[in-house]
Structure formats: C-alpha cells, structure tokens
C-alpha cells in the first residue's frame, strides 16, 4: 500500500521533527488491526509486523513524504504437525481498501489534531501556521517544493541595483 498525503500536510510533516513517524506507527497500526479483525482474533495474536518506508519526494523531485508499506496478505498458523502454514487472506476488494484508508485517514488526523497541527471540522482540514511563523523562509521553500515551483525571491533582493 502507498499512503499519500494532502498537500497542505506535507511541509509540516517534512519538516516536524518526527510527525512523520507519528503518521507511519498510526498508519501501520490502523491496518494490522483491520488485518486482525478480518482474520478473526482466534487466529490473530497481535505480533504481526509490516514494512514501512517513508519516502521524501515523488519521481519528479517535488516534496511529497509519503508512506510505502508493505504486508503480507495473511498470516501463518500452526499447523497439525506444528509447522508454520500460510493462510491466504485472499486478494482485497475496493470496499476493504476503503475501509482500510477511512480507518486510517480519522485515526492519523484525530493523532494530528492531538499534537496541534490540524483542526478538523466538517467541513474543513486547517493546518496551523506555527511552522511558517517560526521558520518562513523554510516553510517558503517547502511550499515550493511541493508544488514544484521555484522559490520567490524575497521582495528586497527582486529590486535590480
């Protein structure tokens, strides 16, 4: 699965000492207990692990952080002789994926929320500025990097001598 985020998320979460990582241990957990349900917590112990990496930029160099996670579409069990046997979960369908993705998306923004980054309404994803108000010029230059633009010039040093 690849977790892509909104615009308005991926300078703060670029640059936020360690919110990335916040949205990947939600992420990760969000889908290991839709997993758990799906088997049933019978089979289920709760030790299963995935693969994520958090990649920076998309394939045209814009900034894009964004998660790749990797697991497996079942699970071993114990088999009659004790051995490890593979259990299929069998192949996904859309709905799944959506359930999967709206679990997610209300988990990691009620985390966002907890830590001041986002409000939330009905409506509308606010994003708090506290990144731009203590760093501007990064936050200009991330917001360049996302939309793949070159920076403006500060308004002083666009004057020609």
């Not at 112990?45 to 790749?68: A, C, F």
């Not at 001041?116 to 108000?133: K, M, N, P, T």
């Not at 501007?136 to 500060?154: D, E, K, M, S, Y």
Request: proline share 7%.
């Amino acid at each position: 699965m690849v977790l892509s985020l909104p615009y308005a998320l991926r300078a703060p979460l670029a640059y936020e000492p360690g919110l990335i990582g916040v949205v990947a241990r939600v992420f990760a957990d969000s889908l290991l207990r839709w997993y758990g349900r799906r088997f049933g917590t019978e089979q289920w112990d709760g030790t299963r692990r995935l693969l994520t990496v958090i990649q920076r930029s998309s394939g045209d160099m814009r900034l894009n952080p964004h998660l790749h996670v990797v697991a497996l579409d079942g699970l071993y069990v114990a088999g009659a002789d004790g051995r490890p046997v593979f259990r299929a979960l069998g192949r996904l369908k859309t709905d799944e994926v959506a359930d999967v993705v709206q679990i997610a998306k209300i988990r990691v923004l009620k985390a966002l929320e907890r830590r001041g980054v986002v409000r939330v309404s009905a409506e509308d994803l606010e994003v708090d500025d506290a990144f731009a108000a203590r760093d501007p010029v990064l936050a200009q230059l991330a917001a360049a990097a996302v939309a793949g633009l070159p920076p403006r010039a500060p308004p002083s040093a666009s004057a020609s001598p």
